[in-house]
């Protein structure tokens, strides 16, 4: 990449795309020290602005309220844009299940529009940050990135979709655009309707924690650092074209993840509820990560010891940054544990 790198981050308010664009502004990518960042965010319900409060008055910060569906827009903002790091999207499995059109629109539509722009801006590296989800469930193993989709909820089948049309823009088109799928996140500034913040935040406010039916659903756990250093390995030396997988090496299930919560907290089981799974549930997600550690040199460096308990105290000294969010956005249902989804 050239001197003053111009950066453009759709979903750059929300929990990930934050932490990218905090650490990018904060020194943690040499490559990148002298870059410019405009995040591109419709400030939603999982948007917000304070989650980028650490970097507001960075000279070289920009943020453009706006929606990925809005050509206009973003062809107003792309032009000049050296790199597009696309983490826009509606993420959250159980209001898929109840409303999924608003998914079909960001996720699929978003995306081609963003693309589009992209391609007509002539922006020279693009990376959908897209979900292991998409691969669907896999009972032993681990998917590598050529496997087929198989997703199973309507936002994993969103975000398929939308890694096929970043596949067509490339060969068509030749649209420099990765993609990459990571594990499950977590970490500070997650909007607690996600199963580890949801969890932290209800026990701390003495309520229960509603584990889906046995609690037997198996995840891969990834600090949102490591996931937003692989994808800037991805930005600097990803092959247009491919995809990556980014996993974290712990795999758990949501009964052992709400055990070391409760561990965590000083709670004990009394304050689990069994509710019913969702519909849909995949049992377990693996990915292989291999090609991203050999070609890119991406390890994971936060085990999941160390990062659930920096992050259960993350929680407890930021009650005025959750508990508002908490009271503004009402759950998908009432049984809801919160998706388990990045």
């Known amino acids: ?94 209001r898929s299940i109840i409303g999924p059109a608003d998914f079909m629109h960001t996720n699929v539509q978003g995306t081609h529009t963003l693309l589009n722009a992209c391609l007509d801006a002539g922006v020279r590296r693009v990376v959908q940050v897209s979900t292991d989800e998409v691969y669907g469930s896999i009972k032993t193993g ?37 993609v990459t799928r990571c594990s499950n996140n977590y970490g500070p ?53 491919d995809v990556y997988n980014i996993g974290g090496g712990t795999e758990l299930t949501n009964r052992d993840l709400t055990a070391r919560l409760l561990n965590e907290t000083g709670a004990d089981w009394s304050a689990v509820r069994n509710v019913p799974d969702r519909p849909g549930h995949d049992q377990r997600y693996s990915v292989d990560w291999t090609k991203i550690k050999s070609e890119l040199g991406y390890t994971p460096r936060i085990d999941l010891e160390d990062g659930l308990a920096e992050t259960v105290r993350w929680y407890v000294e930021n009650r005025s940054w959750w508990e508002p969010l908490r009271r503004a956005a009402p759950r998908p249902h009432a049984d809801s544990p919160a998706g388990v989804t990045a």
Request: proline share 7%.
């Open 142 to 178: 681990s998917w590598t990135e050529d496997h087929p989709l198989e997703p199973n909820s309507p936002y994993s089948a969103s975000k398929a979709s939308a890694d096929l049309v970043a596949r067509s823009f490339y060969r068509t088109y030749g649209l420099p655009v990765c």
């Open 1 to 94: 990449m050239s001197p003053n790198n111009r950066v453009v981050v759709t979903g750059g308010a929300g929990f990930i795309g934050s932490h990218y664009v905090r650490q990018m502004l904060t020194g943690a990518y040499p490559e990148f020290d002298d870059a410019s960042v405009v995040v591109f965010d419709k400030l939603t319900y999982a948007g917000n602005e304070e989650n980028l409060a650490p970097v507001l008055d960075d000279h070289r910060f920009e943020l453009v309220v706006g929606d990925v569906c809005d050509a206009d827009l973003l062809n107003e903002v792309l032009p000049g844009a050296d790199v597009v790091v696309h983490f826009a999207a509606e993420s959250h499995v159980d």
């Open 189 to 241: 500034y997650q909007f607690p309707e996600k199963i580890i913040p949801l969890f932290i935040t209800n026990l701390l406010e003495g309520e229960t924690l509603p584990l889906y039916g046995d609690g037997g659903n198996v995840r891969d756990w990834l600090h949102v650092d490591d996931h937003c250093r692989a994808i800037q390995l991805v930005v600097e030396g990803g092959r247009p074209g």
